[in-house]
């Protein structure tokens, strides 16, 4: 059984995915890339089989037709023979030193016969046109060089959390725990992370930056404009959330209380890109939510609501909505976002 497979979605890749490939081959016979072609109508599928065909024990070419990003990973997931799963986008790439290190920290795993359900590292904004570059870590939050619980935790900072790029999970939890990314769905990367966080209890935290995001391209799906236009898609994520994790059913404190912060930070983009759009019936949608909130859980309603990124968030009239744009773009400084 391979070490680790790294699913790898592709939609209309050719200009950028063999540098994302070529980062991950020399993970060599203890991996396996699985190029996902998700219904491109470039050369994105020949560049696929070009691989699969150079490194036939390594690399595979799935082909199947357009489901969007979320659907990509599900057919990673079920495809997948590896121990563990990392998904990589085929615009970004990883760090060759950080990615052996995590590779022989599986091995050792492995050996040990002492499996993790998930395994955290950094990674870095690789912003288009700056020679900026922010690493998000985790070693004021995290316990180093140990397994660790949820227990062992520190507070996750405003701002901070586990993001897609940071975290690779156990193939097998995966399964077990029923995940499955909706279709033709933009911004699925936060469910990948929270759906299966309940099912966690033994962690590992390596403190090296392995996946480099890249981001600043005007058509990226998180730009913020680009954003603005899929609303709907954040939204629908949102809502997901909420739905397909019941927080108050958490018995331990420190997850639950992770799962509250990460909800909501992305409740906090949520209303936010509403109200930068500036529309009414944006505003309007910014009230939905919070109403579809409200009906589905009181207590999380005033958690979320009522809370210091809450209340910055729903500050009255148009003077109050100013200064939440403000406060936001002060942290999109401090994170190094779009």
Known sequence: MKLLSVVIPCYNSQEYMRYC????????????????????????AEIANEYAKKYPTIVKAVHQENGGHGEAVNAGIRNATGRYLKVVDSDDWVDTRAYLKLLQKISEFVTEQKMVDMIISNFVYEKEGTHYKKVMKYENVLPEGKVFTWNEIRNFRKGQYILMHSVIYRTQLLRDCGLELPKHTFYVDNLFVYVPLPHVKRMYYLNVDFYRYFIGREDQSVHESVMIKRIDQQIKVNKLMIEQVQIESIENPKLRQYLLHHLEIVTVVSAILLIRSGTKENLKKKKELWNYIKEKDLLLYHSLKYGIMGQMINLPGRVGRSISV????????????N
């Open 326 to 337: 403000g406060a936001y773009k002060i942290s999109q400084k401090m994170v190094g976002f």
């Open 21 to 44: 490939i070529e980062s991950l081959l020399p993970g060599g016979e203890n991996v396996e890339l699985l190029i996902i072609n998700d219904g491109s109508v470039d050369q994105t």
